[in-house]
Each structure stands twice: as C-alpha cells, then as structure tokens.
C-alpha cells in the first residue's frame, strides 16, 4: 500500500479543517476585540460625563464667586458715599450700582453661558465615542459572517478536493 496516497488525503481534510477553524477563529476574535474596545469607549463616554458635570459644578461656583464679588463692590460703594456723607439714594450712586449690577450679571450670564457649552460639548463627544463603540462592534460582527462564509467555502473546497482525489486517484481502487 502506498503511504503518499494516504498521505494527500489526510493532508488535505486536515489543512481544510484548520482553515475553516482559522477563519471561525478570526471572525469571533473580531467580535471579541470589538467589544472590548466598546467598553473603553463606554469608559471614555462616562468620564466625559463626569467631567461635563463637574464643568457645570465649577460654572456655578464661579457664578457664586462673581455675585459675592459684586456684592463686596456694591458695599464698598455705599461705604465710600457714607463716608463722604452722601445718600445712598443719590441718582450717581444708583447709577454707579446699576453698572456694577449689569456688569456683574453679564459676568455671571457669561459664566453660565461657558460652562453649560463645555458641558454639552464633552457629553456630545461623549454620545460619538459611545456611537463609535457601537460601529466599532456592528463592523466586527458584519466581518464575522464574511469570515463565516469564507470557512464554509473552505469546507466546500475541501470536500471538491476530496471528491476529485478519490474519482481520478483513490487508493483504495474506489
């Protein structure tokens, strides 16, 4: 009995089966990688979300720290118009106030106005890295059955090979 005829055939079912694993392999692996980079993009998304509220959290201070300031100027002023014995209702001095009143709200409307669009922005950033997660995952899973498919046609491949050795050289005489 020849053992090359043996050989071939063995050779031939086990290189198809390892590529048809391989491919499977490939394709779960895909899958896997993509959902682990899907969980530190969810990381990432839940940091900057952190961070937007505590962006808002530091506006609301700063805004607390703008209407204390004011308030400091505005008694400052009703203590230099004391001193000098003027009213506090003397039409230059709540001039003089409502300057300081309008600057201090613009200030603060300012404040409000920056923190709340850093915020948006990192939750927005945080809404794309999530949304790319998810893509990064749905591509992984659309390559899985192309790589699926590609170790069925491997199979397929295999079983065309066997089937021409054992018609034009089967060593059993078939």
């Known amino acids: ?6 050989t071939l055939p063995v050779m031939t079912v086990l290189g198809g089966a390892l590529d048809y694993g391989s491919k499977i392999a490939a394709g779960n692996a895909a899958v896997q990688s993509a959902q682990r980079k899907q969980v530190g993009a969810n990381f990432a998304a839940d940091q900057l979300e ?24 505005l008694s400052r002023v009703r203590a230099l118009v004391a001193m000098q014995g003027g009213g506090s209702n003397d039409p230059s001095i709540l001039g003089i106030q409502a300057r300081i009143n309008a600057e201090a709200g613009y200030r603060e409307a300012m404040a409000l106005y920056e923190g ?40 397929v491949n295999t079983g065309a090979k066997m089937t021409m050795f054992a018609k034009y050289n089967s060593p059993l005489g078939i």
């Open 1 to 6: 009995m020849d053992l090359g005829a043996f």
């Open 50 to 73: 952190v961070n937007a509220g505590q962006q808002e959290a530091a506006a609301s201070y700063q805004i607390y720290d703008l209407n204390h300031k004011n308030e400091i100027g």
């Open 116 to 155: 709340q669009e850093s915020a948006r922005g990192m939750r927005n950033q945080a809404a794309a890295t999530r949304f790319m997660g998810d893509m990064e995952v749905a591509d992984a899973k659309e390559s899985k059955k192309y790589s699926n498919i590609a170790a069925i046609g491997s199979l």
